[in-house]
């Protein structure tokens, strides 16, 4: 019997009480509690969950990530949240990792990603910028309600090795040794390389946008 099977686990000390029904997916490779934090001083209660079925009755999902992706999807994969995600018919809202997983693949572990957005994520080149990038970049080219109330050039905070390029689907860029895409959508699918959870009130009203489609 392998003891490492996985289960569905939702926070017991969580519950839809205020009708909000957000939950950010906590599948073992999310920054979970910043983002918790970050919706709470919005007012909103968030869910912890990897239970398929509290995924998809909420009316809204974070997906986050923060590590390596061969590693983050293969927690997808034991979790069967990579089959879940995709068929999902509520705003989803992917950051970070989780945002490059929503792709179609990703040359960090030559990782197949969700396949929710058709570009593939590459490496930085290191003979030409620092990487990661770390720190604060300016985000142009907004064309999606997600950036109700945020106006061009505003700064939103960084932490990444890999980018999406630009493409059909995305929705702001920024700048960093090349012009990438700071985020993307697909339908009711959106996804943001930065931390919108750390990107101060520029991140909050992005965040607060989103739970307000």
């Not at 994520?121 to 770390?134: G, N």
């Not at 931390?195 to 009130?201: Q, R």
């Amino acid at each position: 019997m392998n003891e490492n099977k996985w289960t569905p686990h939702r926070d017991e000390s969580d519950s839809f009480n205020d009708g909000e029904g957000v939950v950010i997916i906590n599948y073992g490779a999310g920054n979970i509690q910043s983002i918790k934090f970050a919706l709470q001083r919005l007012g909103h209660h968030a869910v912890l969950s990897n239970d398929a079925a509290t995924i998809r009755n909420a009316k809204k999902v974070i997906f986050p990530g923060v590590g390596e992706a061969s590693s983050a999807m293969a927690k997808l994969w034991e979790s069967g949240l990579h089959d879940l995600i995709p068929t999902l018919t509520q705003p989803v809202l992917g950051i970070c990792l989780g945002m490059q997983l929503m792709c179609r693949s990703s040359e960090e572990g030559d990782t197949k990603g969700l396949g929710i957005f058709e570009v593939p994520v590459l490496k930085f080149d290191a003979t030409r910028v620092k990487v990661p990038q770390i720190g604060w970049n300016q985000i142009r080219g907004l064309k999606s309600n997600l950036f109700t109330g945020i106006a061009e050039a505003e700064h939103i905070y960084m932490v990444h090795s890999f980018y999406a390029p630009l493409c059909s689907e995305t929705i702001a860029e920024t700048h960093y040794g090349l012009d990438y895409s700071a985020a993307l959508r697909k339908d009711h699918f959106y996804g943001t390389q930065f931390h919108p959870e750390k990107s101060g009130d520029v991140g909050e009203q992005i965040l607060n946008n989103f739970l307000n489609l």
